[in-house]
């Protein structure tokens, strides 16, 4: 198991600077009022490509060497880590193969397709992803750059965490959507090295709730083809994701699909901003659990915003 | 006729600095290629109460005289001015009574109650909603605060200029919606004195093109209950506006409502921000008339972002 380095999140830094944007932390009076807490949402909706994704995408694809650069990238995603790494993979001009779902958003296969990415799609399980991935890498060669457990995508991801220590002072916890656990794996390796005193909570649908499950049994439980409305997490803990969660996640809270769905829209109602419904699981989760978070400086990622606008949750039939 | 001066202006900034966001700039990579032009988004539906209304709406407020507060404060609108004057009446505890159309997005009407404003509802006409706020205006005696002809509330509009000025340094022109004027008004105020090369463009629907037809025609003009989906934009300037129109303005161009809407779901799905159907009218007007405004750099005023979640115009059976 090859566990990134706090050096690497500082290589990836540098790296990935020219790519990303710093995005903007955006507060609330009407959401502190609501929770009691002090909310700090750090807004990676408005990364490059729509999400957070776009960090650890652009360190791999910037750090590949020369030799890998024909071949291109590969990977199978649920929608966001294909659209970032087809991003990263076009800034540098090299070609991206991407396996997705046949039911991922209309939006997010467009996006992909907008960036140069070459879909191969699978049915909506883990196991039919990997098999028809493995198909896909062996017909191309490509490097593989899993969405999550790949210490470089991991190093990228922790740079947002960085920004956001920056922009505000004193925080006392950060609460972050989990899936796979990139995004909260990339969190522990900066703040256990800059912020050690800052709590991290993970956010999950209960309907996807196998990290909640395994942090609590002390080993990985996977589900395969959970449904949630929060569609980018939907995927399993792997080795390097476990790692990170199981020794620097203070709590794993979880938040019913209407819970989501109420807090997506009070977020895009009252703050004016287009989010995933993945992205309003941290906010579901700290009106579930008021007395966690109330009198609390929190950090909350706002991790997407590549939404299908003909679809919104709210609006379903 | 009681024109505005820019020193009203400054004093409006010093008054309304307290109760008002500095609202950001945001740039999309995406719409400069799109247009050809560099654009600067000033995102006035990240201001309080979700509108550049709040401006106009905290001056008058603020600027009240004690013997006039307990009457409170009285309007007519079509929703923003409505719910930023309950906004500042609120912050000022003072009463607010507003005359809506009934046909005013739900949306509306729920966020005046609950910044504490009393509403009286209308016709959809300004004939209608003139004779109902004499009424209402007769029987309880409030301070009347006209939606835009009105100098405290030009004022007010013209602080958002003074910051996109402030953010943004070299720009050409500034391209804002127009329904009675007022944002065009406070503009003209603040470029004709700060930055008299920066050119000013209207942007209006062609379906309530009654300040089009205005400029072109030399005098007033107005429609009776117009059409169109950028509901913040069916009234028609008066003497006030008409004045800063007259004297300011370099161009008014116009949109259909499909490119409207085109503008208005681009705006959403690439920069991802929730903001109304007026709003996205200057988006229109220059990808319309691009070759008036490729290559420059252009500012483009947001105004507000209260858009029933519901009834978005792209989901219209």
Redesign the interface.
Same mark, same amino acid.
Do not use: S, T
């Given at each position: 198991m090859n566990i990134p380095s706090f050096d690497d999140a500082l290589a990836a830094r540098e790296r990935i600077t020219p790519w990303i944007h710093r995005t903007?932390v955006?507060t609330s009076s009407f959401m502190n009022e609501l929770t009691g807490a002090q909310l700090f949402f750090k807004c990676e909706?408005?990364q490059k490509a729509?999400a957070f994704k776009a960090r650890g995408a652009c360190n791999a694809v910037f750090g590949l060497p020369e030799d890998k650069l024909e071949k291109g990238v590969a990977t199978h995603s649920s929608g966001n880590h294909a659209l970032c790494l087809s991003y990263a993979a076009g800034r540098r001009g090299i070609p991206c193969y991407v396996v997705m779902p046949r039911t991922a958003p209309q939006?997010k296969k467009d996006a992909v397709r907008g960036y140069g990415g070459i879909i191969t799609e699978c049915e909506p399980s883990t196991s039919s992803r990997e098999e028809v991935f493995a198909r896909v890498q062996a017909e191309t060669g490509a490097e593989f750059v899993h969405p999550y457990n790949d210490p470089r995508v991991i190093a990228g991801q922790a740079t947002c965490s960085m920004e956001l220590i920056e922009q505000v002072e004193g925080l006392d916890a950060v609460v972050a959507p989990i899936g796979g656990g990139g995004m909260v794996s990339g969190t522990c390796l900066t703040l256990s090295n800059l912020a050690p005193e800052v709590k991290i909570y993970a956010a999950e649908p209960e309907q996807a709730d196998d990290a909640a499950r395994s942090f609590r049994a002390g080993h990985i439980i996977a589900d395969d083809a959970p449904q949630t409305v929060a569609d980018g997490l939907k995927v399993p803990l792997k080795d390097l994701t476990w790692h990170f969660v199981r020794n620097f996640v203070t709590d794993i809270h979880t938040a019913s699909e209407q819970e989501i769905m109420d807090a997506m829209?009070l977020i895009?109602?009252r #703050?004016?901003?287009? #989010?995933e419904p993945s992205s309003a699981v941290p906010l579901a989760v700290i009106l579930r659990n008021r007395d966690v978070f109330a009198g609390k400086r929190v950090g909350v990622i706002i991790t997407g915003?590549n939404v299908d606008?003909?679809r919104?949750p709210?609006?379903k039939a």
């Open positions: 903007p955006f909706n408005f729509g939006a829209r895009w109602q #703050m004016k901003i287009v #989010m915003g606008l003909d919104l709210w609006q």
